[in-house]
Nanobody
Framework: VHLEESGGGSVQSGGSLKLSCAVS????????VGWFRQESEEREVVAEI??????????SVKGRFTISHTFPQDNAKVNLTLQMNNLKPEDTARYYC???????????????WGQGTQVTVSS
């Protein structure tokens, strides 16, 4: 499985950024793909979406972030995006694209990670 991220960068508070992730090599019928972020110690889930298109968001980003995807029938390549609006300084972190086979948002169960991309929000 290969995850390739793009996007990220620096923006002022209230601004917007878009993250993209191309996921290839997936097998199996059910899984989630999503975004985690890490600023200091633990990686926390930001948003996930399952193969049926059902999204889940952390309370801290609900209403500001939107996760979307394309799930081709042959799982050839999943394209995942995270539109981040009304960004706040506390959103500053390194953001990781991830495959979560259990779909519970626990980073301990994630079995594939992207390399990460930095998001910095200044006040």
């Amino acid at each position: 499985v290969h995850l390739e991220e793009s996007g990220g960068g620096s923006v002022q508070s209230g601004g917007s950024l878009k993250l993209s992730c191309a996921v290839s090599g997936l097998t199996g019928a059910t899984y989630c793909v999503g975004w985690f972020r890490q600023e200091s110690e633990e990686r926390e889930v930001v948003a996930e979406i399952d193969s049926d298109g059902n999204p889940k968001y952390s309370d801290s980003v609900k209403g500001r972030f939107t996760i979307s995807h394309t799930f081709p029938q042959d799982n050839a390549k999943v394209n995942l995006t995270l539109q981040m609006n009304n960004l706040k300084p506390e959103d500053t972190a390194r953001y990781y694209c991830a495959v979560d086979p259990i779909c519970n948002g626990n980073y301990n169960y994630v079995d594939h990670w992207g390399q990460g991309t930095q998001v910095t929000v200044s006040s």
